[in-house]
Structure formats: structure tokens, C-alpha cells
């Protein structure tokens, strides 16, 4: 890892937490074990920082999901660019089946691993807001 700015020392841990949180959201969602979350942005610790459902970045007036590592990642609003709609279809689809189909299961654990990768950006400093 290369050596990170104070800036970046500041700022990378105000990332980590919600990442985590999204991350184990989709844990949760490949583990089929509650029928109480979806693949959506109400339950996403990402989105309930960086978008209109956040107060406080409305007030700041800034733009939705201005500050998201994955908006950061991929230059788009909404997950676009990621394995999310793939992972939505299937629920909308399939879910909630017990046990998950194949192609679920498949669809949740690839935006899984776009979300770990993610981390992994952020934790390293490739992905931080200027």
C-alpha cells in the first residue's frame, strides 16, 4: 500500500464503515436467511449515506450519490455499472425462494465480490474523493 495522504488517513475510515455495512447486507442476502431485506437502496448503508435519503447530504446540497465509493468507481448514479440489476432482477424474479436459485445466488455473490473489491480500492487509497 502506498502511503496515504492525511487527507486520505481522515477520509478512508468515514468509507469503511458503510461499505462493511453494505457488504454484510449482501452476505445476509446470499445466505437466504431473511426474508426481511432486499436488494434495494433502503437497505444499503451506502445509499442511506450518499443519497437524498441521508439529511445531512441533502443539506451539504450535494448531488445523489456524490461521495459513494461505487458512484466514485464506476462515474454513474444508482449502481449502475454493477452487478446490482443483474441481482435485482433475480429477486424480483426468484426471491424469496428457500433455498435460493442457482442463478440468485449468483447474481447476490457477484455484486458481493464487486463490493469487496470496492473495499479493497478504498482501504488501499485508489478510491478516495479528491
Request: glycine share 6%; proline share 7%; with cysteine.
Amino acid at each position: 500500500m502506498s502511503e496515504q495522504t492525511e487527507y486520505q488517513r481522515l477520509v478512508i475510515p468515514l468509507f469503511d464503515h458503510p461499505i462493511k455495512g453494505c457488504i454484510k447486507h449482501w452476505e445476509t442476502l446470499l445466505e437466504g436467511k431473511s426474508h426481511n431485506t432486499t436488494p434495494d437502496g433502503i437497505n444499503c448503508s451506502l445509499c442511506l449515506q450518499f443519497t437524498s435519503m441521508n439529511e445531512a447530504h441533502n443539506s451539504a446540497g450535494k448531488d445523489y450519490c456524490e461521495g459513494c465509493p461505487i458512484s466514485l468507481r464506476t462515474g454513474r448514479i444508482d449502481c449502475n455499472g454493477t452487478p446490482y440489476f443483474n441481482a435485482r432482477r433475480a429477486w424480483d424474479v426468484e426471491a424469496p425462494v428457500c433455498p435460493p436459485t442457482a442463478s440468485y445466488t449468483e447474481a447476490v455473490k457477484a455484486m458481493l465480490d464487486y463490493l469487496k473489491e470496492t473495499r479493497e480500492m478504498v482501504a488501499s487509497g485508489e478510491l478516495v474523493p479528491a
